[in-house]
């Protein structure tokens, strides 16, 4: 590989891309006071911080109001619909880690019975964005 005079300089390298995880659910607020987003409007706070300290890519889980992790549809909805409004460049990226739990009656039945589908079969989409398909006739 050969490095030509002014290799280093920003304008001559390849883009860079920084992916930020400020929400991982292992951790409790009490475990980092003051540092652990708990609100939603200090989730999408963290997120508008990340990306201007050079983010390009958000990682993300959602908080309940007592500090744990959630896995409420409603919640990742407003968490992505908050980070888009603020930061409408960043690449959001959704914990995949979890498995998304149903909150409305009767869905329970329906969401033991499809092991693949229910973990982003609710989440609204969002026009003019990437669309991924799933196939599940395996």
């Known amino acids: ?23 991982a ?7 980092f006071p003051g540092e652990i987003a708990v609100t939603m409007d200090e989730q999408i706070q963290k997120a508008v911080d990340c990306y201007n300290a050079g983010a390009t890519v958000l990682h993300l889980h959602v908080r309940e109001l007592d500090g744990k992790g959630s896995k409420r549809l409603s919640k990742f909805n407003e968490l992505i619909a908050g980070v888009r409004a603020r930061v409408p460049e960043m690449i959001i990226q959704v914990g995949g880690s979890i498995s998304f739990a149903p909150e409305t009656d ?9 092991d693949t589908r229910h973990m982003l079969a609710e989440l609204e989409p969002v026009p003019d964005q990437v669309t991924v398909t799933v196939n599940t006739s395996q």
């Not at 590989?1 to 929400?23: C, K, R, S, V, W």
């Not at 659910?25 to 475990?31: G, K, N, Q, V």
């Open 106 to 114: 009767g869905a329970a039945a329906k969401w033991l019975s499809d």
């Open 1 to 23: 590989m050969n490095f030509l005079d002014g290799h280093l300089f920003p304008e001559n390298q390849q883009p860079l891309i920084i992916t930020a995880a400020p929400y």
């Open 25 to 31: 659910p292992s951790w409790l607020p009490s475990d």
